[in-house]
């Protein structure tokens, strides 16, 4: 099970809630991920502020444990942080170059219908996306 370190910001005038690894090398890490993937769900459930509703949010913890350990077969990627705003919740992986990112992404989706997910990815060999992000809100 994995330990996470929390964080809760205003950010615009709105709640911005983080997580990331409390455990996270990123040195050793680097050069085995070089590919940023980020997946973004936006809830069907939201309050006016973007958070999403109590309910709404206790029913996805399924979902979120599975995104969260979606690259965890065969040591295809690491978690890096997971971020809700604005009526969304982004998860944010660095993956081997290799990874088929939209296979294992779309197995998830296929087993919540009802959610919106959706992906992208980008190389990022110096992991310059966490690094600018963790100087900006950490």
């Known amino acids: 099970m994995r330990s996470w370190l929390t964080a ?3 950010y615009e005038g709105f709640p911005l809630l983080l997580r990331r690894p409390a455990n996270f090398d990123v040195d050793s890490l ?3 991920f070089p590919t940023l993937a980020i997946v ?10 973007g958070l999403p509703e109590p309910d709404y ?3 996805l913890v399924d979902m979120d444990c599975e995104l969260v350990g979606a690259f ?3 040591q295809m990627g690491v978690p890096a942080l997971v971020e809700t705003f604005g009526g969304q919740r982004n998860y944010y992986f660095y993956v081997a170059a290799d990874t088929d990112v939209p296979t294992a992404i779309s197995a998830v ?3 919540y ?4 997910l959706s992906w992208t990815v980008r190389p990022d060999p110096r992991w310059t996306f966490l690094q600018k992000y963790a ?3 950490f």
């Open 109 to 111: 989706a296929r087993r």
């Open 135 to 137: 100087s900006d809100h």
């Open 8 to 10: 809760e910001k205003t």
């Open 30 to 32: 680097r050069p085995l």
């Open 57 to 59: 949010n206790n029913g």
């Open 113 to 116: 219908p009802a959610e919106r």
């Open 40 to 49: 973004t769900h936006k809830f069907t459930k939201r309050k006016p502020n």
């Open 72 to 74: 965890d077969v065969d």
